[in-house]
């Protein structure tokens, strides 16, 4: 079996889909988008045409190794996005070549379902008790939200105290029988994170997400050892190389990687093992589409120490597209009881609608991160 061709496909509402057929007929999806910045991979798609056309696509990690190695340039969000859409479009080809799941060609399934959460309140929290109550009626018995919105290096106690006024109302109104998780996302320097991380304390946070950017791993560390609230890192790491001193450091209990940008599924579960060699968890990154969901989810079948999965299903982002938008009916992906099941047909385990991918293509999208100021002018973190 040879490689004949990728389709890269730009769908609303954020997303890039790829396509990649064979001489056998037989076709795997990926997602290798990284967000606002799908035109990037897409182009990137098109430069790796020259390696994959002709490749055997059964042998995954040769080809893996190929794109990561050759070239002098390793690692990074754009070719780590890209490896990881075409790694996880192989194992849909390998899957349905040998008609497995995924998750049954890496060892078989330790579990059948995955708790998972959704978001509530947007880029600038709002309605957070609303959200959240709205989730517990559909059965989740967790949530994440970000906790703030612009906050300088150091800033005001009454900055401080308004966030602290929000999240307490929110636990006060929902009890405790709802996990919340906070997402500082970077968007909280070091000082700030050190109030904030002690004053959140009584609220029992599931975890706290990037308390501060991660390219900040020794600070991230040094914040680990004066918290008992779990920290959580990964969504803007590429590769195991970038976890090492997360690992070795100890900076983190849960690791967030997401398969859409550190290298697809097979280095999602060498990233997932290593990290249970360190006994830290694992909840992989997904705001994405249906199918970097469906990856995660074959890693989440297979790496023990995964504990709940990230999902977009009706996300802030999500304007003019979801979860469900590109799957053929009954063929997607199912949530019941604040739990996502584990695919078991072939490959990634879901079936795409292309006739209605590429109608999204027709429509395709220009999503951008949005461009925050502090009242002094300088940039914020988004």
């Given at each position: ?151 300088q290096i150091i800033d005001s106690y009454a900055k401080i105290d308004g966030i602290l006024k929000k999240l307490f ?214």
């Amino acid at each position: 079996m040879k490689i004949t061709a990728l389709r890269t496909f730009l769908v609303p509402p954020r997303w890039l889909f790829l396509k990649i057929e064979t001489d056998e007929g037989l076709s795997g999806w990926g997602e290798p988008v990284l967000e606002g910045h799908a035109e990037t991979l897409a182009a990137k798609i098109a430069e790796l045409e020259d390696f994959l056309i002709g490749a055997d696509p059964c042998r995954i990690e040769d080809i893996w190794q190929m794109l990561y190695r050759n070239g002098c340039y390793r690692g990074g969000p754009v070719l780590m996005s890209a490896i990881s859409g075409i790694d996880m479009a192989l194992w849909d080809i390998k899957g349905k070549q040998l008609g497995a799941p995924v998750h049954a060609l890496l060892g078989g399934p330790v579990r059948d379902k995955v708790r998972t959460y959704c978001w509530v309140g947007g880029d600038r929290p709002d309605n957070l008790i609303e959200g959240v109550r709205g989730l517990q009626a559909q059965g989740y018995d967790a949530a994440k939200m970000n906790i703030c919105e612009e906050l300088q290096i150091i800033d005001s106690y009454a900055k401080i105290d308004g966030i602290l006024k929000k999240l307490f109302a929110l636990r006060e109104a929902v009890g405790a029988s709802m996990d919340l998780a906070f997402d500082f996302h970077g968007r909280v320097h070091g000082p700030m994170a050190r109030v904030l991380l002690k004053e959140l304390e009584p609220l029992r946070p599931m975890f706290v997400e990037d308390a501060v950017v991660s390219t900040q791993i020794d600070l991230l560390a040094d914040l680990a050892r004066g918290t008992s609230i779990p920290l959580t890192v990964g969504e803007r790491l590429h590769s195991r190389y970038d976890f090492k001193p997360v690992l070795e450091k100890r900076a983190a209990s849960i690791l967030n990687p997401d398969t859409a940008h550190v290298g697809g599924i097979s280095e999602m579960v060498r990233i997932g093992h290593w990290a249970e060699a360190y006994d830290v968890a694992l909840a992989p990154h997904c705001p994405l589409g249906p199918i970097a969901l469906a990856a995660c989810l074959q890693v989440d079948a297979v790496c023990h120490n995964a504990f709940i999965q990230e999902q977009s299903l009706g996300i802030h982002y999500n304007s003019g597209g979801d979860l469900g938008d590109y799957t053929m009916p009954g063929a997607g992906l199912s949530v019941a009881d604040g739990f996502l099941a584990i695919p078991s047909g072939p490959g990634l385990g879901i079936e795409i609608d292309e006739a209605k991918v590429r109608e999204g293509a027709a429509r395709g999208h220009r999503w951008r991160a949005p461009v925050w100021r502090h009242k002094d002018g300088s940039i914020s973190e988004w």
